[in-house]
């Protein structure tokens, strides 16, 4: 069975940091490229980075480059999200979701349409 297991989230300070942690089971991450997204209360899910299946790419929203960076453990069958210089907007439930949607092994988009299993999420508040 397919399972997506977020953790890591909490509450930090402006310009504080958090590193979330996708824990997938009943697949390898070989085959499947790996998003993550949020929510904002009021707001539509959004796409926030993504990683290929080969690992070799990522790509990330225009909001979040310089500041998140994506990465992988293929023998821990996990994604990260380090989040740094966090803001209060980025203040929102994050998601990690997984799909084979591409082809192409060095692809991955932050589509949500294009993602077919999803974690149950975890809080990330930015306040102080």
């Known amino acids: 069975q397919l399972q997506l297991v977020e953790s890591g989230g909490g509450l930090v300070q402006p310009g504080g940091s958090l590193r979330l942690s996708c824990a997938v089971s009943?697949?390898?991450?070989?085959?499947?490229?790996i998003g993550w997204f949020r929510q904002a209360p009021g707001k539509e899910r959004e796409g926030v980075s993504c990683?290929?299946?080969?690992?070799?790419?990522?790509n990330y929203a225009d909001s979040v480059k310089g500041r998140f960076t994506i990465s992988r453990d293929g023998a821990k069958n996990t994604v990260y999200l380090q989040m740094n210089s966090l803001k209060p907007e980025d203040t929102a439930v994050y998601y990690c979701?997984?799909?084979?949607?591409?082809?192409?092994?060095?692809?991955?988009?932050?589509?949500?349409?294009?993602?077919?299993?999803w974690g149950q999420g975890t809080q990330v508040t930015v306040s102080s």
């Open positions: 990683v290929s299946a080969s690992g070799g790419s990522t």
């Open positions: 979701a997984a799909t084979t949607y591409y082809s192409d092994y060095d692809e991955c988009s932050q589509r949500r349409g294009e993602y077919d299993y």
């Open positions: 009943g697949f390898t991450l070989d085959y499947y490229a």
